[in-house]
């Protein structure tokens, strides 16, 4: 499929980490090297194993489908390509193996017919975000995947030589499309390039020039590839509460027709029930004192009068009786019965307090609120006071475990110092960044790989002085007064602008996360110290079809190797900038970041 997708570090969070436990893996040999070492990590990250025996594993990861690959699937195997791990990654939960194209490694090198084929996208989102698993998802790197999958050429811009144009929906209307319409390009909806991998084989487009259901937002959404079971805490969470408004909005609408046939029966048996009206003693006078005579009856004889004055007799009975039965439904749902606790999503009438009347005309003093809150708090506390102590210094112990580095000269006898007073060191002699370390001691201050990346990392970065007044005080001393960079009047060193220390900790403690947050960087070879410093500052490293915010590479390197001039040429072509690496260093160590123009790299 070209280069490896996306992955993402996320091994300090415990959500993450047990995706993969009990998974064994097996990664086929014509895996790149680079894609290789990726794909180990990722698995031991989720909590997987890789093997180096197929037949003790219960996945194969592999590019295309091998000889190896069909006698594995016929044990059963999971024969999955590296974008079935990338989701995994992403989506923070194990995805179905069979449930997307893209997770099947294709039959080979592109379908024969297809490989002269140049197509081209138009209309797809660069990603979407998954409001129930919190994660964004590409759309438009996948239907690129797709597109190569195929053996054919994919190209971001139209030309006349183009052979087709995929596009979300028939709907869609971009220059592209006006373009390819005017040249007489096909424009295609993009399921046909998952019917032509399925099958293995090129399809007429004519079927899929129609509306077709199929929507690559949830063709690639989480939702469609991770089982119920499987998915992620927050968004078990997030359906279930989904879920539960579902069927608290059948209630509601389910309440009113129950309550109307209820009324109904009530007012058929009310009717039933009650006594014929009798007339009143009034209206028998007026009755005897208004005794027929020819001249009335003459009125009463009128066609129009008599039923008129019978019709509105029972019109004002009917009026009644629908007074009486609003007046019974509304009291029925404002006032709850006393067993009964109010309906949720409708207010109950305040209930007049029974004091009111006796107390008409007194002013009582309006009681004191949170006194007895206070007291019952301070009777808590004092119940509380021995385990609470303990509880508390447990956790002080326990927050305040510190784990140290050291980097430059002129560290002898400070690793002593770090045992004696109970804290954790690492290997000095290493010169990589080690993420789980919480201080760095510099007594020299140089411009090196583990002081740029615990800068990003907001860690905290000391002088010597500060383990020396340590061991005098025989405990652990406070560390603002020692950190490099807690004096805005401090000059460079070193093309260092020193008080840049203090901004990245304070950006980190402020933000919540490091500065490179929401990077998709793509990394050429092995520019010296790229990698470690983008992860540190909670960047993400992404191949070259993975629409990339712009690439680092080491400009010797990129003369040298044939298969990353290529990368760099497509780079080029998307319309991607190519800098050296050193710009990323210096935009975290210089007093401005520098502008990338001044770093592109042109072969």
């Known amino acids: 499929l070209g280069s490896a997708p996306v992955f993402v570090l996320m091994a300090q969070n415990e959500d993450f980490s047990p995706v993969l436990k009990g998974k064994v893996f097996f990664l086929d040999k014509e895996l790149p090297e680079t894609l290789v070492g990726d794909a180990v990590r990722n698995v031991e990250m989720l909590k997987g194993t890789v093997t180096e025996d197929p037949d003790e594993c219960d996945f194969i990861m592999a590019l295309t489908e091998t000889k190896q690959c069909k006698q594995l699937r016929k044990s059963n195997k999971h024969v999955i390509s590296p974008h079935w791990l990338d989701d995994c990654v992403t989506f923070a939960a194990l995805a179905k193996p069979q449930s997307n194209i893209l997770y099947r490694p294709p039959l080979g090198n592109g379908i024969p017919d297809m490989k002269k084929m140049m197509i081209s996208q138009s209309g797809f989102p660069n990603t979407l975000k998954d409001e129930d698993f919190e994660v964004e998802f590409m759309i438009r790197g996948k239907i690129k995947y797709l597109i190569k999958a195929t053996g054919a050429n994919y190209t971001n811009t139209l030309c006349k030589e183009n052979t087709h144009v995929v596009v979300p929906n028939m709907q869609t209307t971009s220059d592209k499309t006006k373009a390819a319409k005017g040249w007489g390009i096909p424009v295609v909806h993009w399921w046909w390039l998952v019917q032509c991998l399925t099958d293995w084989e090129a399809k007429p487009v004519d079927d899929f020039q129609t509306d077709i259901q199929e929507t690559a937002e949830e063709y690639f959404s989480p939702n469609a590839n991770v089982a119920p079971q499987d998915r992620p805490n927050r968004a078990k969470h997030a359906f279930a509460a989904k879920d539960g408004k579902?069927?608290?909005?059948?209630?509601?609408?389910?309440?009113?027709?129950?309550?109307?046939?209820?009324?109904?029966?009530?007012?058929?048996?009310?009717?039933?029930?009650?006594?014929?009206?009798?007339?009143?003693?009034?209206?028998?006078?007026?009755?005897?004192?208004?005794?027929?005579?020819?001249?009335?009856?003459?009125?009463?004889?009128?066609?129009?009068?008599?039923?008129?004055?019978?019709?509105?007799?029972?019109?004002?009975?009917?009026?009644?009786?629908?007074?009486?039965?609003?007046?019974?439904?509304?009291?029925?749902?404002?006032?709850?019965?006393?067993?009964?606790?109010?309906?949720?999503?409708?207010?109950?009438?305040?209930?007049?307090?029974?004091?009111?009347?006796?107390?008409?005309?007194?002013?009582?003093?309006?009681?004191?609120?949170?006194?007895?809150?206070?007291?019952?708090?301070?009777?808590?506390?004092?119940?509380?006071?021995?385990?609470?102590g303990e509880a508390e210094e447990s956790e002080k112990k326990r927050t305040d475990k510190k784990v140290f580095m050291f980097s430059g000269e002129n560290t002898k006898g400070l690793a002593s110092i770090v045992t004696s007073l109970g804290a954790r060191l690492i290997d000095s002699k290493k010169n990589e960044y080690d993420a789980s370390s919480t201080h760095l001691v510099v007594p020299t201050f140089k411009r090196t790989e583990k002081t740029l990346c615990a800068m990003v990392a907001g860690k905290w970065i000391l002088t010597a002085d500060y383990l020396k007044d340590s061991e005098n005080a025989g405990e652990f001393v406070p560390e603002g007064s020692y950190m490099w960079g807690s004096?805005?009047?401090?000059?460079?060193?070193?093309?260092?602008?020193?008080?840049?220390?203090?901004?990245?900790?304070?950006?980190?403690?402020?933000?919540?996360?490091?500065?490179?947050?929401?990077?998709?960087?793509?990394?050429?070879?092995?520019?010296?110290g790229a990698k470690a410093l983008l992860l540190a500052g909670d960047g993400t490293m992404c191949g070259v079809d993975d629409s990339p915010k712009f690439a680092l590479a080491s400009e010797d390197e990129l003369k040298k190797k044939k298969d990353l001039k290529q990368k760099y040429k497509q780079l080029l072509d998307d319309g991607v900038e190519v800098l050296k690496s050193v710009w990323l260093v210096d935009h975290v160590a210089l007093e401005k970041s520098p502008k990338k123009a001044d770093y592109q790299i042109t072969l």
């Open 246 to 388: 579902k069927e608290e909005k059948k209630q509601e609408e389910a309440k009113p027709e129950e309550e109307e046939e209820e009324e109904v029966e009530e007012k058929k048996e009310k009717k039933k029930k009650e006594p014929k009206p009798k007339p009143k003693a009034k209206e028998k006078e007026s009755k005897k004192r208004k005794e027929p005579t020819p001249e009335n009856d003459e009125e009463d004889e009128e066609p129009e009068d008599k039923p008129s004055r019978k019709k509105g007799k029972k019109e004002k009975d009917k009026d009644k009786d629908t007074k009486d039965a609003k007046k019974s439904k509304k009291d029925k749902r404002s006032t709850p019965s006393p067993t009964e606790e109010p309906k949720a999503g409708r207010k109950s009438k305040p209930q007049p307090m029974q004091e009111d009347e006796e107390s008409e005309g007194e002013e009582k003093p309006a009681p004191k609120k949170g006194k007895k809150k206070r007291e019952k708090r301070a009777s808590t506390e004092d119940s509380e006071g021995e385990e609470g």
């Open 487 to 528: 004096n805005p009047g401090e000059p460079a060193v070193n093309k260092f602008h020193i008080p840049n220390i203090q901004k990245w900790r304070t950006y980190r403690a402020e933000k919540g996360h490091g500065p490179f947050k929401g990077w998709n960087v793509c990394i050429l070879g092995t520019p010296p």
